[in-house]
């Protein structure tokens, strides 16, 4: 005799939700709905729900550091403390930075806060190159809408840049949270200037004796990759928010950025970020921006 597609114990297994019931009487299974979605779809979407149900309280916790190296009596640098708009998707920024040493900050937006990795020499699209990429305390998310300079001799002291921004997808099964403690986070971007699939992977024996913890970035094969010209970007000296160059960032000209994390937010262009001491940095007041349109934002 040939079973039923509809039997009972299949309902129940289905987790007790009511159903339509077909015209034998018997309950028939709920339509399908997450229970058929792939894998890492349910974790990207886990991943952005974290911003609506507690994630307050995690970036406060992973702010910790962060807020240990600053004074914030002394600096206008974010604390933390502001929202920022929602988003559907998860948003990265790579931040050029002139400091001590040219460098690039990748920052992927999760559980509230930016995860961050300072990359020397700047991302490769060839996936032949691994580039060093150290990971450095868990940043704000506002942070992610800084254009400007640090003063020199305070912390992080150099012209800032931001160089790329978008949206950006972990890859794989596990959850992005259980990729990085496996040290292999593969994830996916999607912004203006590097696209495509890209994995992180921890250098377990680096040498430094726990003082940091090391990663390569290495871009994977795929439409996007660029084998023989990996540095092809790197050249572009123009801010995705604001089309200045660092030279007209250190010296304060230019349009102003756009906002991506802060929406409406502006800034005098004049602004100078400083670690340790009173930030010039002045939000300007709606009913004033008319005046400085097209003064930029430093």
Not at 26 to 42: H, I, N, S, T, Y
Not at 138 to 161: A, M, N, R, W
């Amino acid at each position: 005799m040939r079973r039923s597609p509809w039997r009972s114990e299949e309902c129940g297994r289905a987790g007790g939700r009511s159903g339509a019931r077909d015209p034998r009487g018997v309950r028939r299974l709920p339509a399908p709905d997450v229970a058929e979605l792939r894998v890492d779809e349910l974790k990207y979407n886990r991943a952005v729900e974290g911003a609506g149900r507690g994630e307050e309280t995690v970036a406060t916790r992973s702010l910790a550091t962060y807020q240990a190296k600053r004074d914030f009596s002394k600096t206008s640098e974010p604390s933390g403390q502001r929202r920022v708009a929602r988003a559907a998707r998860l948003r990265f920024v790579i931040q050029k930075h002139a400091a001590r040493r040219l460098h690039y900050d990748l920052r992927l937006e999760l559980d509230g806060v930016f995860k961050s990795w300072a990359v020397t020499k700047g991302p490769s699209l060839d996936p032949k190159v691994k580039r060093l990429a150290v990971e450095v305390e868990d940043h704000p998310l506002d942070y992610g809408d800084f254009e400007g300079t640090i003063p020199k001799g305070q912390y992080g002291g150099g012209t800032v840049q931001l160089w790329d921004r978008g949206y950006w997808k972990p890859e794989g099964e596990r959850s992005p949270l259980a990729m990085l403690r496996n040290g292999n986070l593969r994830f996916k971007l999607e912004g203006k200037r590097l696209k495509g699939e890209w994995v992180l992977l921890l250098i377990r024996n680096d040498r430094t004796n726990g003082r940091r913890h090391n990663w390569l970035l290495i871009k994977h094969h795929d439409a996007f990759d660029r084998a023989g010209n990996g540095d092809g970007a790197l050249p572009e000296d123009r801010s995705v928010a604001s089309g200045r160059t660092m030279a007209d960032i250190a010296a304060g000209k230019g349009r102003k950025p756009k906002p991506f994390m802060l929406k409406g937010t502006r800034y005098s262009p004049d602004a100078v970020w400083n670690s340790n001491a009173r930030s010039k940095r002045q939000e300007i007041p709606r009913s004033k921006r008319s005046s400085t349109r097209g003064s930029g934002e430093g």
